[in-house]
């Protein structure tokens, strides 16, 4: 089974356009983490935050902003503002006790901006 | 800070050769590494898991035979791909594990 989904396969956008990108994830642990990660054409993964199960708080940086909320078991990435330089596939991970804490990741958006 | 440090970057190979691929922990003790591989376009899925000291955890369908997992110490673990094949040209990553996790650069294998 799916243990993250993000629905979103491409994204295309034009510049300065704000951009959330959705993902749900599935597990039964109460002790869990979640990730977003980048992966521009380079190919490297670029950390963007981890955030645990225990804390719900939103978070923002700079142009990012994170909405979690485990009602919806829903964990959404917006990017405000966006640049071209923001193109790049963007994945969502979960991070649990049930797998010994390896990072299962989502299939990935693939975000489009365009100037 | 933390980092996984994972060479080659990118290694091009004859069909039947093996290729090694190698991920140094600096400034911390990777007591966990995870090892994935990503086709393109594609997401990038668990192949092993290998604590230090111990034999690694394979993944279904991935043949331990054929990929070869050393983590011989807590700073350095290996990933051998062994008569390698051109549909085991991948991008493979390797994922450091202690309280946090940390990510290496990435291999790039064609296998020609």
């Known amino acids: 089974a799916q243990k993250v989904t993000q629905a979103q396969t491409e994204i295309s956008v034009v510049e300065k356009e704000d951009v959330t990108l959705d993902c749900v994830y599935e597990?039964?642990?109460?002790?869990?983490?979640l990730f977003w990660y980048k992966q521009p054409p380079s190919g490297e993964l670029v950390f963007l935050i981890r955030?645990?199960?225990?804390?719900?708080q939103n978070e923002i940086s700079g142009r990012y902003s994170w909405n979690f909320q485990k009602s919806t078991s829903s964990f959404n990435f917006t990017i405000t503002a966006s640049q071209v330089v923001d193109s790049a596939v963007y994945f969502c991970?979960?991070?649990?006790?049930?797998?010994?804490?390896?990072?299962?990741f989502g299939k990935g958006t693939s975000l489009l901006v365009t100037p | 800070g933390a980092v996984v440090s994972q060479h080659p970057s990118w290694v091009i190979c004859k069909s039947g050769t093996s290729v090694k691929i190698e991920c140094r922990s600096l400034d911390f003790q990777a007591t966990t590494m995870f090892w994935y591989r990503q086709f393109p376009k594609q997401s990038l899925m668990l192949m092993a898991t290998s604590n230090e000291g111990s034999k690694a955890t394979y993944e279904q369908g991935v043949e331990k035979d054929k990929f070869l997992i050393n983590h011989a110490s807590l700073t350095l673990s290996t990933l051998t791909v062994t008569s390698a094949h051109p549909e085991d040209s991948s991008f493979y990553i390797c994922?450091?594990?202690?309280?946090?996790?940390?990510f290496g650069q990435g291999t790039r294998l064609t296998v020609v």
């Open positions: 994922i450091g594990s202690s309280t946090e996790a940390f």
């Open positions: 597990t039964r642990d109460t002790t869990y983490y």
């Open positions: 955030r645990n199960s225990f804390d719900e």
């Open positions: 991970a979960l991070s649990e006790g049930d797998s010994g804490y390896a990072l299962n």
